[in-house]
T-cell receptor
Framework: AQTVTQSQPEMSVQEAETVTLSCTYD???????LFWYKQPPSRQMILVIR??????QNATENRFSVNFQKAAKSFSLKISDSQLGDTAMYFC?????????????FGKGTKLTVNP | DAGVIQSPRHEVTEMGQEVTLRCKPI?????LFWYRQTMMRGLELLIY????????DSGMPEDRFSAKMPNASFSTLKIQPSEPRDSAVYFC??????????????FGSGTQLSVL
């Protein structure tokens, strides 16, 4: 079974600075997707960024980028120029694309606080 | 589109009562997922459907939990009888993952369940 580990339960960063959230996963599959979701206090789950395992290029979305290390099974999220609105829980998630399984497996989350 | 719609947003009930959570997925999506979120266990997949058929219910905690999807636009998650340990946020999510080039889950706002 696939597992996703987020080793940082909580992190904080000063506004305008850069922060990196860690995520590792365990799988024997070769074709899969990785995601970072943001959950602000409103409770809504918001997709931040998505990475396809077969693509070597790291995904980027404005201030958000990932460092995808397939061999190390690592998928960290970098937030540049942190903003107060980035304060939220961040969840790393894995989806296997083989074997007909479409389910998303989540890590336990990292609570990020951006300080003014 | 209004997105994934869940009701109720909050539910408070007493131990032993039946609870029914409802979900309307995004029109055209053929996958529907039920997740449970707690502080201790994070986001756990309970069950998911494809074209109204349950595919994987291995995450359903016990026989007190049941889920149905009578048609493409409606699903329910029922707990009978409810217990205090069922208190959590229950999310419904939908997607049209299979064959899509932009796989991602769209989440509802969740139902906060409190069992007293």
């Amino acid at each position: 079974a696939q597992t996703v580990t987020q080793s940082q339960p909580e992190m904080s960063v000063q506004e305008a600075e850069t922060v990196t959230l860690s995520c590792t996963y365990d799988t024997s599959e070769n074709n899969y997707y990785l995601f970072w979701y943001k959950q602000p206090p409103s409770r809504q789950m918001i997709l931040v960024i998505r990475q396809e395992a077969y693509k070597q290029q790291n995904a980027t979305e404005n201030r958000f980028s990932v460092n995808f290390q397939k061999a190390a099974k690592s998928f960290s999220l970098k937030i540049s120029d942190s903003q107060l609105g980035d304060t939220a829980m961040y969840f790393c998630a894995f989806m296997n694309r083989q074997g007909g399984s479409e389910k998303l497996v989540f890590g336990k989350g990292t609570k990020l606080t951006v300080n003014p | 589109d209004a997105g994934v719609i869940q009701s109720p947003r909050h539910e408070v009930t007493e131990m032993g009562q039946e609870v029914t959570l409802r979900c309307k997925p995004i029109s055209g999506h053929d996958y529907l997922f039920w997740y449970r979120q707690t502080m201790m266990r994070g986001l756990e997949l309970l069950i998911y459907f494809n074209n109204n058929v349950p595919i994987d219910d291995s995450g359903m905690p016990e026989d007190r939990f049941s889920a149905k999807m009578p048609n493409a636009s409606f699903s329910t998650l029922k707990i009978q009888p409810s217990e205090p340990r069922d208190s959590a946020v229950y999310f419904c999510a939908s997607s049209n993952v299979r064959g899509a080039t932009n796989e991602k889950l769209f989440f509802g706002s969740g139902t906060q369940l409190s069992v007293l």
